[in-house]
């Protein structure tokens, strides 16, 4: 079982930026992708960003130009820089990995969610 250990949430004034991380916390034998959802009071949880292990990422459009996701593949950790913050950027934010361990084989796992809330 991989554990997901968020953390970077909280409150911020519109405009304003906000860094999440994610640390997986066993070891990884590979990675095929990670990536960040999110989810707001009422609505479905919504991609935001994804990262493959070639580097190659997408965005949601509603953050194009205003998040960047990032990774560190040595130390099994993900990142999402949030900047411009909307307050309809307002949400749960969860960390999403696909990955293979030895033990487990290849899964999907998800993280326990960080509030992130935009509001002046």
Known sequence: QVQ???SGGGLVQPG????LSCAASRSIFSIYAMGWYRQ???KQRELVAVITSGSNSNYADSVKGRFTI???NAKNTVYLQMNSLKPEDTA????NVEVVTVS???GVYWGQGTQVTVSS
Not at 92 to 95: E, L, Q, S
């Open 4 to 6: 997901l250990v968020e």
């Open 16 to 19: 304003g930026s906000l860094r």
């Open 40 to 42: 707001a009071p009422g």
């Open 92 to 95: 749960v934010y969860y960390c």
């Open 70 to 72: 990032s990774s560190d």
């Open 104 to 106: 487990d084989g290849r």
